[in-house]
């Protein structure tokens, strides 16, 4: 009997499938998957693909930035309710609402919304992309939805703008305190703290990298230090642990881990893959409302 990996395997290859995994997911998904990335390599990586059937291994806004950008191809998102507390957070109305306030301000949405959301706005941004995507932009005012951390993080880059910041927050990592920091700090002298941007400004104060999983990602592998403290989910310093065992990678705080993205075992892959079940479906309307914002940002890059 074939394990349930090589079931994963063997089906993949019969049905023309990819697995796409976002680095937060558990190990065990990461190591049967053909892509490994973050929101905006997977969106780039889904859309370059020429597979039958796109299996995400991630949250719900992903799945359908996914359905979005191949619209002709059967995507599969293995445990339905796997989804994104902060993409929640903001509303289609909300959008509405800031745009009848500020009628000359760009709406610019962070790639964790709904596409609903996203069909609102002008255009999308990802942590790695954010600063980019407001400085592409003619306008001077920016509503930044729905990431406060990750707004005023772009606002301090750009202070030519004016940002009118949405209060939503992911609550992974909101809950991380400067304390945390500084403890992580005082144990690990040595180590360098790297974070992403959607911790508070308190905590950012600390690091000496801000940037998205990949940005992290890339620093810990190029850099000469020899020990890293990682400001952000779990499934980032179990990989880089995984990848170089030379290194010492530490977590920021413990329990730094995303409920959502740990929803997803290898037996709801081979489940989904097996019976096609768990489709994403949208209509030709929400797919080309939502397609503007994000091949904007697919775009500017
Ligand atoms: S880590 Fe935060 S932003 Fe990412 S999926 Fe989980 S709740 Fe959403």
Avoid: W
């Avoid at 104060?205 to 592998?221: E, N, P, V």
């Amino acid at each position: 009997m074939n394990t349930i990996k090589e079931q994963i395997l063997k089906l993949k290859s019969d049905k023309n499938a990819v697995i796409l995994a976002h680095f937060y997911q558990t190990m065990d998904i990461q190591e049967i998957a053909d892509i490994v990335g973050d929101s905006f390599e997977l969106a780039k990586r889904a859309k370059a693909s020429d597979a039958d059937i796109l299996i995400v291994c991630g949250v719900r806004f992903m799945a359908e930035s996914a359905k979005i950008l191949n619209p002709d191809k059967k995507v599969l998102l293995p445990v339905l309710d796997a989804g994104c507390p902060m993409a929640d957070m903001v509303t289609p109305e909300d959008v509405r609402a800031l745009r009848a306030e500020y009628p000359e301000a760009a709406v610019v949405c962070y790639i964790n919304s709904s596409a609903a959301v996203k069909a609102e706005c002008d255009i999308c941004c990802t942590s790695s992309s954010a600063e980019r995507i407001v400085r592409s932009l003619s306008q001077k005012q920016i509503i930044f939805v729905p990431d406060q951390n990750l707004g005023a993080y772009t606002a301090s880059k750009v202070p030519e703008k004016e940002f009118i910041l949405f209060k939503g927050f992911c609550p992974v990592h909101h809950r991380i305190e400067a304390d945390d920091a500084i403890k992580a700090k005082a144990a690990n002298p040595e180590a360098e703290l790297l974070v992403h941007p959607e911790c508070t400004p308190e905590v950012l104060k600390y690091a000496d990298l801000i940037g998205s999983t990949s940005q992290i990602l890339d620093h810990a592998i190029k850099s000469e230090s020899k020990a890293f403290i990682i400001g952000t989910e779990n499934g980032v310093t179990e990989r880089l642990q995984a990848l170089y065992p030379d290194k010492a990678f530490y977590p920021l705080a413990s329990e730094f881990i995303c409920p959502d993205m740990k929803k997803t075992a290898l037996s709801d892959v081979l489940r989904s893959l097996e019976n096609e079940t768990n489709e994403i479906i949208m209509t030709a309307e929400e797919i080309a409302g939502a397609g503007k914002s994000l091949e904007r940002m697919v775009a500017v890059g």
